[in-house]
Structures are given as C-alpha cells and as structure tokens.
C-alpha cells in the first residue's frame, strides 16, 4: 500500500458522514463529535462600513449610528445559527451584539454600556452553524 493509500485508510478511520449529511470526526480524544462550521465572518469598519476581510458577506450596511445589517452572500438555510462578535477598539465599556436574525443578513448593533449607540472600528463577526 503507498504512504497516499495508507494516509487516506487512516482517514476514514477517524470521519463518518451520516445520512443526513452530517461530517463527524475523531478528534483522538476518546470521542466522536460533529463538525459544526464558521458560515460567515466579516471584519469592518463601523464608520465607513468598509470591509477590510470576509467570508461569506456580501456587504456591511450602516443603517444608523452604531446599527449595522451584515448582508449574506449565500443565504443561511434558517435562523438557526450562533453569532459571536467583538470590537478592536481598547475601551472596555462598549458592546457589540445580534439585534435581529434572518436568513439572508443579520442585524447588529454596537453601543456603550450607557446605552448610547456608538460607530466602533473595527468591529468583527462570526457566524456559526
């Protein structure tokens, strides 16, 4: 058997792709778990709304002060999704988080702990499924 062959037997001996198309793996830690996949991300400036790197988003739009819609390239197959977010901005007092979930863009907000909305740079986002 060539070391191609033998590397791909050992391959298959750690994934598994169910019936309903679900990708597993042994990680080699005593169990197998589901593969879940980053199905969107975006890194923007909140001002200007310019992306600066992403995957899956098609645009940022800036509706309001501190509001933003991250606009899907590929839509997602339901709402069913996690999202998680962060700002690069040094200030401890400001927060970014989901205001709305769709299939084809997700509504953020960004606003200090004050409650004032606020336009943060950069602001990042990943979505998760």
């Not at 590397?7 to 080699?28: H, K, P, Q, W, Y």
């Amino acid at each position: 058997m060539s070391s191609k062959a033998r590397e791909l037997s050992e391959l298959a001996d750690t994934i598994t792709v169910d019936g309903s198309g679900n990708f597993a793996f042994n990680s080699g830690y005593g169990s197998v778990a589901t593969a879940y996949g980053c199905r969107a991300w975006v890194n923007w400036n909140g001002n200007s709304g310019s992306i600066s790197g992403s995957g899956n988003v098609s645009s940022v739009t800036r509706t309001s002060t501190g509001a933003y819609d991250i606009n899907f390239a590929t839509n997602m197959p339901d709402t069913n999704y996690a999202v998680a977010c962060c700002s690069g901005e040094a200030r401890v007092d400001r927060g970014l988080s989901s205001n709305g979930l769709a299939t084809n863009k997700l509504a953020m907000v960004y606003k200090s702990t004050a409650g004032s909305f606020a336009d943060g740079n950069p602001l990042m986002v990943v979505v998760m499924r």
